[in-house]
């Protein structure tokens, strides 16, 4: 079963930021996942309003292959720079 991973950024350093994204963006690319979209927060319509943030919904083929990526050497070695970077949320769903 396709897991969709929706990630939510509020960025706390701009630079450190775009760092993560190149570099992360370069492992999603070599890992074969999909990026179904990015989008920058505009506004709240019902609901609790957000902090500005960035978002992106990235499809994996399975639960397994998200557990791979997040676990390997290159991804993990990337976390320090995405904390400081941003504070983030992932959330998984089953599609």
């Not at 963006?25 to 709240?44: D, F, H, K, M, W």
């Amino acid at each position: 079963m396709a897991i969709l991973n929706f990630s939510y950024a509020e960025i706390k350093d701009s630079d450190k930021f775009m760092e993560y994204v190149k570099a992360a963006g370069c492992l999603i690319e070599e890992a074969g996942i999909e990026v179904v979209v990015r989008a920058n927060y505009s506004n709240t319509m019902r609901g609790d309003k957000r902090a500005p943030h960035v978002a992106a919904v990235f499809r994996y083929p399975d639960q397994a292959a998200v557990e791979k990526f997040y676990t390997c050497d290159k991804y993990r070695a990337l976390i320090p720079l995405r904390d400081e970077a941003c504070e983030m949320t992932i959330q998984l769903y089953e599609e």
